[in-house]
Every structure is written in structure tokens, then in C-alpha cells.
């Protein structure tokens, strides 16, 4: 059989919780989402939705052990999103694999994997989108443009497909969770957003399906991107001004042979520059390795 022809549901059992234990249901049309969600649904348990592009780790998976210690009935999305990815970025070379997907969802006791096509989320007649602006505007929405209005555009599908309760989003892109709890709150969507701490490998660096395309020796150079925010978030809790300290910052990830785009303290829900830390604070950051752009942010205060 073609590897994407099966449309049966996939009978093997999840690791359920409350006394639930059903099949991981797969889903690549409207018609299948409709009738997988009806089934979940049933059972009265709220539905929590995890968005995700694949390419699935121990990062995206704690999005899912999130949901389920709310007792929810867990659906995730596997879609590489045209629409927020530039002309000169890596939507042909972003990591694909749609099996290991599947085994991990099932392992992690996913109950509905929802595959949607191109043209399902995006069919020749759409001519809608989400326009953000606020946080949506700075720092990543200035180095990738119309990057977020791309994440708004297709959540905000994602949510009118799945029509969840609650929907868990990673820190680990602590803009796009702003940005995602603005539009939620802008366009009275009524859907919890459960924001769930960074993953990182055992030498800090946050996880991230791009590491895969980290050369070895940037690999290694890689953690020192937190290790750095570290510093320099203990640092700013004195409350003194930041900018000489996160300039220096910025200044010795260059000499260590990365290329950064910014280090900046920021308002952790406006993303508004900060000129010293005070709660809510962020302290945010990307940098490039290579062809790999890393993004990692840590709380200050
Ligand atoms: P992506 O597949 O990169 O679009 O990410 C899907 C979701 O997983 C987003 O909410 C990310 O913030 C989240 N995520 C990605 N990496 C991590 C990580 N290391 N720790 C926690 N959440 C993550």
C-alpha cells in the first residue's frame, strides 16, 4: 500500500488516562476530522489541540503530556506551514517523517492525528487571513516578515478544524505564544492557551526539529545560546539598565561564531523592548549557526 493511503482508523491502543483507552485516530480529511472528533468528543472530556509542523521530539511531546494532565482527550496537528515560512527559507528542506510521527503521537498516548493536506488548509479559493500586529511586529516578525500573520492564519484554522477547549503551545517560541494568546483574546475565540516550559537536551539547548541540520561543530557551539541568556537573565535582575549587558552578550556569541540577529530584554506579553528588567520580563534571542537559525528565550523576572 502507498505510504499515505491508508485512511483506516489506526486500531492500536493509546496510553489513556481516566480510564480511557482507545485507538489514535488519523485523520487527512474534513470528513474524516469530523467524524474522529465526533468520537472523541463523546466521551464529555475537554479536547485540548497541540499544533505542531512534525518532525516531532521530547519537546513536543510534553505539549502533550501538558494536555493530558488536564484530563483532556489530546489532538495534534502535523503541518508544515507554507504560509509562514519566507521565500528564501527552508519549507522544502524542513524536516519530514510522517511514520516516526505517528509512533510517537501513539506512544505518547495522542488520541486523534490530524494530516491535513496543502490544499485542505489552503484551497484556491481561501482568501482569508489573520492580520497581527503588536507583538506580532518585532524581533522575529521583523527578521521573518508576515512569518507570524503565516502562524495566526493557519492556528486560527487549526482551532475552527478542531474546536478546542484548551490548546498548548511551547515557550520555547515565546513570541509566537504571545501572539497567539493576543489573537485568541482579540477575536473572542474562548480557547485556553496552556503555555508549556522549553525541553532542552542535556547541555541546554533548547530542542528544536531544525537541530537536525546543526553541522557537528556548531552542534557543540550551539548550547552557549542558553548558556548565554542564563548569565545575562541573572544578571538583569538587579534592575539596572540592560543594554550595555545585552550588547555585550551579543557581542561574545559573535566572537564564539555565531551570527546574531538580536539579544533583547523585552515585556514578556508585548514583546516591547525593555531598558531594564521588571516583571513581566523576557529576555529573548536569535542567533544564527550555519544555515540554522536559533531562537531561545529565558524569564528574568
Ligand atoms: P513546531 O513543530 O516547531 O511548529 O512546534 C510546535 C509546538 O511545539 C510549538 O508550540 C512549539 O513552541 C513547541 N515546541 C517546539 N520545541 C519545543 C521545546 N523544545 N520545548 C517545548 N515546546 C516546544
Known amino acids: 500500500m502507498p505510504k499515505h493511503a491508508c485512511r483506516a482508523t489506526l486500531a492500536l491502543p493509546t496510553k489513556g488516562r481516566g480510564g ?19 468520537a472523541l468528543v463523546s466521551g464529555g472530556r475537554p479536547l485540548a489541540l497541540v499544533p505542531t509542523m512534525g518532525a516531532l521530539h521530547a519537546g513536543h511531546l510534553s505539549l502533550i503530556a501538558a494536555a493530558k494532565r488536564r484530563d483532556a482527550a489530546v489532538a495534534a496537528s502535523i503541518f508544515v506551514n507554507p504560509l509562514q515560512f519566507g521565500p528564501a527559507e527552508d519549507f522544502a528542506r524542513y524536516p519530514r517523517d510522517e511514520a516516526a510521527d505517528l509512533a510517537a503521537l501513539r506512544e505518547a498516548g495522542c488520541e486523534l492525528a490530524w494530516l491535513p493536506s496543502g490544499s485542505t488548509m489552503y484551497p ?3 482568501a482569508s487571513v489573520i492580520e497581527v500586529a503588536g507583538p506580532a511586529l518585532l524581533w522575529e516578525g521583523t527578521a521573518r516578515p508576515g512569518h507570524f500573520r503565516g502562524v495566526a492564519t493557519v492556528v486560527a484554522k487549526l482551532f475552527g ?51 537536525q541540520a546543526l553541522a557537528p561543530a556548531d552542534r557543540a557551539l550551539a548550547p552557549r545560546l542558553y548558556t548565554a541568556l542564563a548569565a545575562l537573565a541573572a544578571s538583569l535582575a538587579d534592575g539596572q539598565p540592560a543594554a550595555e549587558r545585552t550588547e555585550a552578550a551579543a557581542a561574545a556569541l559573535a566572537e564564539a561564531g555565531f551570527r546574531p540577529d538580536y539579544v533583547a530584554l523585552v515585556d514578556a506579553e508585548t514583546l516591547e523592548p525593555l531598558p531594564a528588567a521588571r516583571p513581566p520580563a523576557r529576555l529573548i534571542a536569535a542567533a544564527w549557526l550555519g544555515q540554522v537559525r536559533l531562537i531561545d528565550n529565558v524569564a528574568v523576572c
Open 161 to 211: 478544524q478542531i474546536r478546542p477547549q484548551l490548546a498548548c503551545f511551547g515557550e520555547k517560541d515565546w513570541q509566537q505564544l504571545q501572539v497567539v494568546r493576543r489573537m485568541v483574546h482579540d477575536l473572542y475565540l474562548g480557547i485556553e492557551i496552556v503555555a508549556v516550559p522549553t525541553v532542552r537536551a542535556a547541555d541546554g539547548l533548547a530542542l528544536s526539529s531544525r537541530n
Open 20 to 38: 480511557y483507552s482507545g485507538a489514535m485516530r488519523v485523520a487527512r480529511t474534513i470528513g474524516e476530522l469530523t467524524r474522529a472528533r465526533a
Open 124 to 126: 484556491p479559493a481561501a
